[in-house]
């Protein structure tokens, strides 16, 4: 049994947050470059709040707006702070989705796949905010979370506000009663993420269904999308004495540990699961990589993946 003080922990250290996102320095220049070379090229110009000269929307004053920007008349009538937005004209937008469900609470080797995705996503994200690009944030909790599209450090400080907090082991999402299923979330990613933007979804795609291939595949045509696989060695949990529970989309698998082969089966499921989510990502036009909760160097997949 885990003590409530550890239990209670945020998932990161203030110490292992400023390491992942100093690390993230060294391939601002290049990213930056990247960047450049795209909007001069006509190709990644998208319509994401920014610093633009087109319109885009009114909405709540963030600390750390413009006050230039501060929209009086709206204010006035609202008698809240209201900011007037804009389109950005010279980068492509990133949304990063951190899921933090049932599921992703759990680890066998290192570390919680949850906290694996964490390190992930400040480390993109430290190297998004350093080299200027609009960031906008969905985590999938309980209840989960929307973040619009931020510029510079402000974005990553509201990441890890969220995204930090405790996450102690559960059985299920909530109170079990609305658990979130990948076609409700899909649906969700498609309408409030911007098209032509960049989407990188950090999760272990428990609950997957072959149902929610035709989502996938317009997610995929929205915008560009790029699935990082949370992985763990092991990924399965007791289901009663003596046997084990693999978890597989809407099924459940069992093995009895006294069975001959059991785990030579188990094994051949799992890598079974991992190939079918991959080949149904990359059908579906999404760019897909995995990345193992033992993996401590986080730069060269990020470099591997982000366009």
């Not at 203030?14 to 006509?42: C, F, P, Y």
């Not at 990644?44 to 929307?57: P, T, Y």
């Not at 409030?192 to 990188?200: G, M, Q, R, Y």
């Not at 699961?273 to 997949?301: F, G, H, T």
Request: glycine share 6%; net charge neutral.
């Amino acid at each position: 049994m885990f003590s409530n003080d550890i239990l209670n922990r945020p998932l990161l250290t203030d110490v292992e947050i400023k390491e992942l996102i100093d690390a993230a320095r060294d391939t601002v220049q290049n990213n930056t470059r990247q960047v450049s070379q795209r909007a001069r090229m006509g190709e990644q110009i998208a319509s994401v709040i920014g610093s633009g000269s087109d319109f885009a929307e009114v909405r709540a004053y963030h600390s750390g707006d413009d006050p230039r920007h501060i929209d009086w008349r709206a204010t006035a009538r609202s008698q809240v702070s209201l900011v007037r937005t804009y389109h950005s004209e010279f980068s492509q937008p990133v949304c990063l989705l951190i899921d933090r469900r049932a599921s992703m609470r759990f680890a066998t080797r290192v570390r919680l796949k949850v906290t694996q995705a964490l390190r992930m996503a400040l480390w993109l994200g430290g190297r998004e905010a350093r080299s200027g690009r609009e960031m906008s944030l969905v985590i999938l909790d309980s209840p989960c979370h929307w973040v619009p599209a931020q510029q510079g450090m402000q974005a990553l400080k509201l990441m890890t506000t969220l995204a930090n907090t405790p996450c102690p082991p559960s059985a299920t999402d909530g109170d079990g009663s609305n658990i979130l299923e990948w076609g409700k979330i899909l649906s969700g990613l498609q309408q409030h993420v911007a098209k032509d933007s960049e989407l990188i979804l950090l999760t272990d795609w428990y609950g997957l269904k072959d149902s929610d291939s035709k989502m996938l595949r317009i997610l995929g045509q929205h915008c560009t999308v790029t699935a990082i696989h949370i992985t763990d060695p092991s990924e399965v949990s007791p289901a009663f004495s003596g046997s084990l529970k693999l978890h597989w989309g809407s099924k459940d698998h069992y093995f009895s540990a006294s069975e001959n082969n059991a785990s030579a089966q188990l094994s051949h499921d799992l890598l079974t699961r991992a190939e079918a989510i991959a080949i149904r990502l990359r059908q579906a036009n999404i760019n897909y990589c995995s990345l193992s909760v033992e993996q401590d160097e986080l730069s060269v997949v990020g470099a591997e993946i982000v366009l």
